[in-house]
């Protein structure tokens, strides 16, 4: 018994641990070296470079195996870099017999320092490249080695250092998923409306076309192609139709590259076609495409007759609908090398292509051609830097007139080997464009100006011209686009001084969108317009007095009527016109009128009027009867002010209680002649004298309101500070709420009132700011419910959908996590599920409990908080988010916080988050994120392979027995 646990032990040390090997025999060196050279010498690198590796492994300083090594990595994209180190060591040792096919053979030949010299431009290190190339230059035997083609190389040198000096601007996004993947995504092919595009993919044992359609601005998940397609390996996508109907492939026949297509019918691509023997040759076809009427094809051929290496040749479809005789394109576009990939554009008159003979930079370089009005094509022109590389660069997908295209290239921030990207390049015919945004400060004005009356002008250099004029929106943000370059930007308006700032915009600015600094306003006119004709009146008892007054449009006017001191009447009035007739009806005897008037920039003017009304009866009458001032108009309130009030109004209400809650609900905007939510807080304030609440109550509801009567005083003072802005977030931001005693709501407000009076912060500012959040919708609650839209599934996604914000007067984030707490029961989930749900939102697409257990410190409060801090993950075996959340849920009596303790911090975390709900998705696909996302199925296929050899060894064992 104890001789089989032994042997299982063994057993299992070889299956966990099978790094155990022997050394190579002499035989096996050679054979391994023998096969190592012929894939070397077919020029299959890939596959000669794990011999060479191995063989290194044992021989670490043959300078033979670090030469062709070098020359493996110079030959596999995505892996060139490493071609320099293995050649820097072959060059140390260079021998002028070289046996090249020799096992005995430990130095490199000379042209290691060419093929360094390779290594180093591809990696844009020129210097040393050129530097390579002239010593190898130098030392060569002219019989052997060809000097007109290290000339060439040293050439593409210098026109690179001249093209990256001057190089082009453009924008690059990797298209991401489903597209791209961990394997190569490249040779990317798309259709005219863009929404059908074919790539190949590199996938582990075969090289694979795929398929995807665009629907609504998502891309489908791609299909591979190889079963419809009727084909195997060596296939790949060369173009497609400017309808995305016929497809264009590329096949490696057994050493013969031919073109086919198939058709897209009926929802299916069809069975691969051979084009006809006018294309296809006995000689090398590698790349086709078709104009947009498909009718002209434009493939490339080294049959006889080109001008060397591949050529660029066109054929036109005949009536018979077969592709007629092949035209080669001639000297212009043909060079004695190979040209390569042509695109067509779909206006026909510029053609993109790969060469490798042109003005190039190193290796093949896109460039394009101009079809000329006489039928000529232009001279090549290279695209430039950095679309054109010291690499090879090939495979330029150019979409509408060029302006646009695909590529595929390496990416250290791509998803794996090769990516497709879309690019927009720039010119002077397709300028790039940037969004200017910028807000206007009204901190230094007491009354906000009507948006519509401001404007954002955008001037020219000189500032001859205006390019541009909008009026910024209700909150005095603005944006707009223009092109690069240098421009004034002047933001004026009624009674405001005008203010211009500077704009520069280069082509190679490396953002997109230019934030303006915010323009405080200024005010230009310093006084209120308030004047009357005569200070002083006598008019006959019954008598109305129509006092003209000369004022100022859209200002605040209030007439008080004093007799012997006391008040007897007061209106308010809005001004409509810059000037008034305003009726009196003044009792009789002496009288005092004083008119205030506030301008829309906060200025304000007092006249004072005396009145005389002789009493016509004698001295008995000893009290003034006292006569109601003639009523005035309605105030012309905008339907858009009203619903404001109304909204404002409506979420007072929501959190208002006793007799506040009373008062606001007997509050008619319209008719209480009230112009802004400002007007109602002072209406609130005043009553309090003769109600059971008091100014604070006010106070405070406007606070809880604004915020949305979370239940932690932590929200309420993020929420203040996400909203605000300028000199009061700052303020904000900075403020210690432990180090300044606030510990709860009503201390909050209470410091925020004490330090505006004390003229610290604006109080306008923070006045302005918790009017203006308790007016507007809730950003976090709809943020949360679209997210849960979105993310939840079975009877939770049942409960959203009733939890409609709108239908259940749900005002906040914290209401809407209440309210699925309240409806678990009656539809059939838990608390739990919910906790569950929230968190894998929570985690952002991220599995690491490590990084989850920070966001809940971050956003935890209490004992739950307390906990968190000093939880050990690996002492408890979490491992997993899961594991993280049922410890908590399995503690929360033992540490004094509930379940929906944690729904409220998970809820914290989401609210706070940007969440991408791709990634989210993408983890959920692949299993429960909170598990870890993808199974590991190492785990369950080890011990299964281990107990199924113990089984088998057993039963050998009893059978012998």
């Not at 042109?358 to 009005?373: A, C, E, P, Q, T």
């Not at 009866?617 to 404001?644: C, D, F």
């Not at 109004?649 to 400002?678: C, R």
């Amino acid at each position: 018994m104890r001789r089989n646990q032994v042997l299982v032990l063994l057993l299992y040390f070889f299956l966990v641990f099978p790094g155990y090997s022997q050394k190579l025999s002499k035989a096996d060196i050679k054979k391994k070296f023998i096969e190592g050279n012929s894939f070397f010498l077919f020029e299959e690198y890939s596959d000669a470079l794990p011999y060479y590796l191995e063989l290194h492994d044992l021989f670490p300083d043959n300078n033979n195996l670090n030469y062709r090594i070098g020359i493996c990595y110079l030959n596999i994209p995505g892996q060139k870099d490493k071609a320099i180190n293995y050649l820097e060591k072959a060059i140390t040792d260079i021998t002028p017999k070289y046996r090249e096919n020799s096992i005995r053979e430990t130095h490199a030949p000379l042209d290691a320092y060419f093929y360094l010299g390779n290594a180093y431009r591809v990696n844009n290190k020129l210097d040393k490249a050129l530097e390579m190339y002239q010593y190898f230059k130098d030392h060569l035997n002219p019989k052997i080695y060809d000097v007109q083609l290290v000339d060439d190389q040293i050439k593409t040198c210098n026109v690179a250092k001249k093209l990256e000096s001057t190089p082009l601007y453009l924008s690059e996004k990797d298209i991401g998923k489903p597209i791209n993947s961990r394997f190569s995504d490249y040779r990317p092919v798309i259709s005219g409306d863009q929404k059908t595009l074919v790539f190949t993919r590199k996938l582990p044992f075969y090289d694979a076309v795929f398929y995807t359609h665009k629907e609504n601005g998502t891309w489908s998940p791609p299909i591979n192609l190889t079963p419809e397609l009727g084909i195997d390996q060596d296939f790949y996508s060369s173009s497609l139709s400017f309808d995305g109907k016929t497809l264009y492939l590329y096949k490696n026949d057994q050493y013969d590259g031919n073109i086919y297509i198939s058709k897209y019918k009926e929802g299916q691509w069809s069975r691969v076609i051979r084009l006809n023997d006018h294309i296809n040759t006995k000689y090398w076809e590698s790349h086709a495409c078709v104009t947009k009427d498909g009718k002209t094809l434009y493939f490339t051929s080294n049959r006889k007759g080109g001008y060397g290496g591949l050529d660029i040749y066109i054929s036109k479809l005949d009536s018979t609908g077969e592709w007629g005789s092949a035209v080669n394109l001639g000297p212009i576009i043909n060079t004695k090398y190979n040209e390569e990939t042509p695109f067509i554009t779909a206006d026909g008159k510029t053609l993109f292509f790969s060469s490798y003979g042109h003005y190039n930079m190193g290796g093949y370089d896109i460039f394009y051609s101009n079809l000329l009005d006489n039928g000529e094509w232009s001279v090549p022109l290279n695209m430039g830097y950095p679309i054109n590389t010291t690499d090879d660069d090939l495979f330029y997908h150019p979409v509408g007139k060029g302006y646009y295209a695909y590529i595929s290239k390496f990416s250290t921030k791509g998803m794996g080997n090769m990516d497709i990207f879309k690019i927009e390049i720039f010119s002077a015919e397709h300028p790039r464009k940037f969004l200017i945004q910028g807000t206007i400060s009204t901190k230094n004005i007491p009354i906000k100006p009507d948006n519509n009356k401001l404007f954002v002008r955008l001037l020219s250099e000189n500032m001859m011209d205006t390019l541009k004029s909008i009026n910024p929106d209700t909150t005095l943000h603005y944006q707009f686009e223009t092109v690069a370059g240098k421009y004034n930007l002047a933001i004026s308006g009624e009674g405001i001084k005008t203010q211009v700032s500077q704009l520069s915009m280069p082509i190679s600015l490396n953002k997109e969108v230019v934030c303006m600094p915010p323009a405080i306003l200024q005010l230009e006119d310093q006084t209120a317009n308030l004047d009357i004709l005569n200070p002083s009146f006598t008019i006959n008892a019954g008598d109305t007095l129509n006092l003209i007054l000369s004022t100022e449009k859209g200002s605040w006017l209030t007439m008080r009527l004093y007799q012997d001191s006391v008040l007897v009447d007061s209106i308010g009035y809005f001004v409509m016109n810059d000037s008034l007739i305003f009726p009196i009806l003044p009792p009789a005897g002496r009288s005092t009128v004083v008119l205030n008037l506030t301008d829309h920039f906060g200025n304000t003017a007092q006249k004072e009027i005396y009145l005389n009304v002789p009493v016509p009866t004698p001295p008995e009458v000893t009290t003034a009867e006292k006569k109601p001032v003639h009523e005035l108009p309605k105030l012309n309130i905008t339907p858009a002010r009203l619903q404001e009030m109304n909204n404002f109004l409506d979420i007072l209400k929501h959190y208002a209680t006793g007799s506040l809650l009373v008062e606001i609900q007997g509050i008619d905007p319209e008719a209480m002649n009230f112009i802004d939510q400002f007007e109602i807080i002072d209406y609130l304030k005043k009553k309090a004298i003769v109600s059971s609440y008091t100014p604070e109550d006010v106070d405070q509801l406007l606070l809880i309101a604004a915020t949305r009567n979370p239940e932690k005083l932590e929200d309420i003072y993020h929420s203040l500070v996400t909203n605000a802005a300028g000199s009061l977030k700052a303020f904000l931001t900075g403020l210690d709420l432990a180090k300044s005693n606030i510990y709860t709501p009503e201390q909050l407000m209470k410091y925020l009132k004490e330090t505006a009076d004390s003229g610290i912060i604006d109080s306008t500012e923070l006045k302005h700011l918790v009017v203006s959040m308790a007016t507007e919708k809730d950003k976090n609650l709809w943020y949360m419910y679209q997210h849960l839209l979105d993310l939840s599934s079975g009877n939770i996604k049942k409960a959203v959908n009733q939890a409609n914000p709108e239908k259940n007067e749900i005002y906040s984030a914290w209401e809407l996590t209440n309210f699925l707490i309240d409806k678990s029961e009656l539809l059939g989930y838990s608390t739990i599920n919910l906790i569950y749900l929230f968190a894998r939102i929570a985690s952002n697409g991220d599995p690491d409990v490590n990084n989850f257990l920070r966001k809940l410190i971050d956003k935890s409060t209490g004992t739950l908080h307390d906990l968190l801090i000093n939880i050990d993950l690996k002492f408890n075996k979490i491992n997993k988010i899961k594991d993280l959340l049922d410890y908590l849920i399995n503690h929360a009596s033992q540490y004094h916080y509930t379940e929906n303790d944690i729904l409220k911090t998970l809820t914290r975390i989401i609210i706070s988050s940007n969440i991408d709900e791709d990634k989210v998705r993408e983890l959920m696909s692949h299993g429960d994120i909170l598990t870890g996302g993808k199974p590991n199925y190492l785990y369950w296929i080890i011990p299964l392979v281990l107990a199924g050899v113990v089984t088998g060894y057993l039963l050998v064992k009893k059978k012998k027995m």
